[in-house]
C-alpha cells in the first residue's frame, strides 16, 4: 500500500465534474508529480486529499488511514505547501518557524534544533531580514520549511515552482529533492520539465480523468519513439541528405531528425554508398512535454 492512495475519486462542484474517476497510489520516499493544465483538478483532488473538502465518490488515504471530511486524523501525517503561501510580514524567518513549532506543542529545545535544521535545508539560515522583504522563491522555501516542521510522513505541494524564474525554480527543486529522505512527495505542476528533473513516478490529469501514469520511465516507453537523430559532419552532406530524404527534418546545425524510423536502413545505405561521414546516431526519447500533447490530443 502507498503513503498515499485515491480509488476512484469523483467530485462535483454544481453541473461541472472536476474529477471523474481518478486512482493513483504514491509509493513511500518517492517523488510523484501531479500533472494537468491549469483547470485539471489539481488543487481540487489536493483539498479532497486535505480533508478539506467531500468526496462525491470513492476513497483516499493517507498512511493507510481514511480521510475523512471536515474532520481528519491523517493530517497529522500530512506537511502541505499552497500554491500562494501567506506569513506574518513582519517575523524573521528563524521567528516564523519558532512560531510553528510552539503552536504544535513542540518543546523549546527541540523547536530550535528543528528550526535550524529545516532552515540550513532551504539555504535561508543566513537570513535575519523580516519576511515581507522577501522574494517569491524565499517565500517558497520558508514554505517548504513550514510544511517540514512536524515532520510529515507525506509532504503536499500545490505549483510550489511555477512563478519562479528559472534559477529560483532549480533551487526549489533541488530542496524538494532533498526532502524526499524525510517524506514522500507530491507536488502539481504543469511545468514538463520540472517532472522530468526530480520525478520518481508521475500521473496526467485531463478534464478530471488520470490519462496516463506510472514511473517516468514507464510513461516514455508507453508512447512511440520520438524518432532518430542524424548529426553529420558537414554542412554539405546535410544538404546532400535532405535532397535525397525530403521528410528529414532539421532540428539544430548539421542535425537531422527522421520521425519514421522505417527509413532508417534506406538513410545509412545512402550514407555508405555517398561515402557521407556521420558523427552521431541517436535514438531520442520523447519528451514528457510531448507526451502530454499527444494524449490530451493537443
Not at 516507453?221 to 559532419?233: D, V, W
Amino acid at each position: 500500500m502507498g503513503m498515499l492512495e485515491l480509488s476512484h475519486v469523483a467530485k462535483r462542484f454544481g453541473e461541472k465534474q472536476v474529477l471523474c474517476d481518478v486512482s493513483f497510489s504514491v509509493p513511500e520516499h518517492t517523488i510523484f508529480g501531479f500533472v494537468g493544465q491549469n483547470g485539471a483538478g489539481k488543487t481540487t483532488a489536493m483539498k479532497l486529499m486535505l480533508g478539506l473538502l467531500p468526496c462525491d465518490g470513492g476513497e483516499i488515504s493517507v498512511n493507510g488511514r481514511k480521510v475523512c471530511y471536515g474532520n481528519t486524523p491523517t493530517n497529522q501525517f500530512v506537511g502541505y505547501l499552497p500554491d500562494v503561501p501567506e506569513f506574518y510580514p513582519y517575523m524573521s524567518p528563524a521567528e516564523y518557524l519558532n512560531f510553528c513549532g510552539e503552536i504544535t506543542g513542540m518543546g523549546k529545545k527541540e523547536v530550535k534544533a528543528r528550526t535550524e535544521e529545516l532552515l540550513d535545508l532551504v539555504g535561508l539560515r543566513q537570513e535575519k531580514g523580516r519576511i515581507k522583504g522577501f522574494s517569491r522563491g524565499m517565500k517558497q522555501r520558508l514554505g517548504i520549511a513550514q510544511a517540514l516542521f512536524g515532520r510529515p510522513k507525506l509532504l503536499i505541494c500545490d505549483e510550489p515552482a511555477s512563478a519562479l524564474d528559472p534559477a529560483g525554480r532549480k533551487e526549489l527543486l533541488d530542496i524538494l529533492a532533498m526532502a524526499k529522505e524525510q517524506a514522500t512527495v507530491l507536488f502539481s505542476t504543469h511545468i514538463l520539465s520540472d517532472v522530468e528533473h526530480i520525478c520518481d513516478q508521475v500521473a496526467f490529469l485531463h478534464h478530471g480523468n488520470v490519462v496516463l501514469q506510472g514511473t517516468v520511465e514507464e510513461v516514455r516507453k508507453s508512447q512511440k519513439s520520438a524518432g532518430t537523430e542524424l548529426e553529420l559532419e558537414r554542412p554539405e552532406d546535410v544538404e546532400a541528405l535532405l535532397l535525397a530524404f525530403s521528410f528529414l527534418e532539421p532540428v539544430k546545425k548539421q542535425s537531422l531528425l527522421l520521425r519514421d524510423d522505417g527509413r532508417l536502413p534506406d538513410i545509412l545505405r545512402f550514407l555508405a554508398d555517398e561515402r557521407l561521414p556521420i558523427l552521431r546516431i541517436e535514438k531520442k526519447e520523447p519528451a514528457l512535454e510531448e507526451l502530454f500533447l499527444e494524449v490530451v490530443g493537443k
